[in-house]
């Protein structure tokens, strides 16, 4: 706000800590100053709900879409990643593909032509993972 004091991390922690307590000010401190990834308790969705940890994919083609749309040559296949594992590799002729951005469970479709034999690839965009949650009903 215009006239208003500049407030640093410190002291909008010690504000919250004033106002929710200092174990409130400590996890939040925790979570947006150091980086720390907050650990949910089971319980926090209600009684009906659990929250199960689990690790997650991240979105991970496997090749670099710029270069190989530009030049309709698969490039940039990294070995191990997804694209390398469903067998596509540098060099094949892109003619079509078919993926949904960020949708780890959709499967990505490729066909490429490598000499003159055509084929259609379809694998799951599974990267590295990262630490998230799954919603489960309890019973």
Same mark, same amino acid.
């Given at each position: 706000?215009?006239?208003?004091?500049?407030?640093? @991390?410190?002291?909008?922690?010690a504000?919250? &800590? *004033?106002? +929710? $307590?200092?174990?409130?000010?400590?996890?939040?401190? %925790?979570?947006?100053?150091?980086?720390?990834?907050?650990?949910?308790?089971?319980?926090?969705a209600?009684?009906?709900?659990?929250?199960?940890?689990?690790?997650?994919?991240?979105f991970?083609t496997?090749?670099?879409?710029?270069?190989t749309?530009?030049?309709?040559?698969? @490039?940039g296949?990294?070995?191990?990643?997804? &694209? *390398?594992? +469903? $067998?596509?590799?540098?060099?094949?002729?892109?003619? %079509?593909w078919?993926?949904n951005?960020?949708?780890?469970?959709?499967?990505?479709?490729?066909?490429?032509?490598?000499?003159?034999a055509?084929?259609?690839?379809?694998?799951?965009?599974?990267?590295?993972?990262?630490?998230?949650?799954?919603?489960?009903?309890?019973?």
């Amino acid at each position: 706000r215009a006239g208003g004091v500049a407030h640093t @991390s410190a002291s909008l922690c010690a504000a919250l &800590a *004033e106002f +929710a $307590g200092e174990p409130a000010a400590e996890t939040v401190r %925790a979570w947006a100053v150091d980086g720390v990834e907050p650990e949910l308790p089971a319980d926090a969705a209600g009684d009906e709900y659990a929250l199960v940890p689990v690790d997650l994919p991240t979105f991970d083609t496997g090749f670099d879409h710029e270069a190989t749309l530009k030049d309709g040559v698969l @490039s940039g296949v990294r070995a191990g990643g997804p &694209a *390398e594992r +469903a $067998g596509l590799a540098d060099g094949m002729r892109l003619s %079509a593909w078919s993926v949904n951005f960020g949708q780890v469970n959709q499967p990505l479709e490729v066909t490429v032509r490598a000499g003159e034999a055509t084929r259609k690839v379809s694998f799951l965009p599974h990267g590295a993972t990262v630490r998230g949650y799954r919603l489960e009903r309890r019973r």
